[in-house]
């Protein structure tokens, strides 16, 4: 099979069509319920340096981020904010499992110092506690990168 298309539709349908449907379902609530929302994609690195092999993961990240922005459009005058944090590589299950070593050492050595690791956790949870707090109020429409700088030079 081509390596550009793969046949991994599951990954579109978990990726984009899946946050679609999350937001279709929960939009209503925040509208009628209250007066304040927040939705928060969470998107990829990949998104934007695409790398070979990656289109159905790239595309479906990018549809992500494209949504994302037309969700603060139309509901930012709702005080519903939607925002999308691009995540970079992290020290997660996937990572140590599924990655070779060969491409965690290349990952690591291509991070821009001061940094040269994969991001924990609680880095990432940080930035999305923050944009769903009421202080985030004025945050619509962003990318927010927690990369280490690894997108600086992909």
Request: glycine share 10%; proline share 3%; hydrophobic share 40%.
């Amino acid at each position: 099979m081509c390596p550009t298309f793969g046949g991994h539709y599951n990954v579109l349908s978990t990726n984009l069509t899946g946050a679609f449907y999350v937001c279709r379902a929960f939009l209503p609530a925040l509208i009628i319920g209250t007066d304040f929302g927040r939705i928060i994609n969470i998107s990829s690195i990949l998104a934007h340096s695409c790398p070979v092999g990656s289109a159905n993961y790239a595309a479906a990240k990018a549809g992500l981020n494209a949504f994302t922005k037309v969700l603060a459009k139309e509901y930012g005058a709702k005080n519903i904010t939607s925002n999308s944090v691009i995540a970079g590589a992290f020290d997660t299950d996937m990572t140590r499992n599924h990655l070779s070593r060969a491409t965690q050492s290349f990952i690591q050595h291509y991070m821009p110092r001061p940094k040269g690791r994969f991001g924990q956790l609680h880095e990432i949870t940080q930035v999305v506690s923050f944009l769903a707090s009421e202080q985030a109020s004025f945050i619509n429409g962003a990318e927010i990168y927690v990369t280490g700088g690894l997108d600086l030079v992909l």
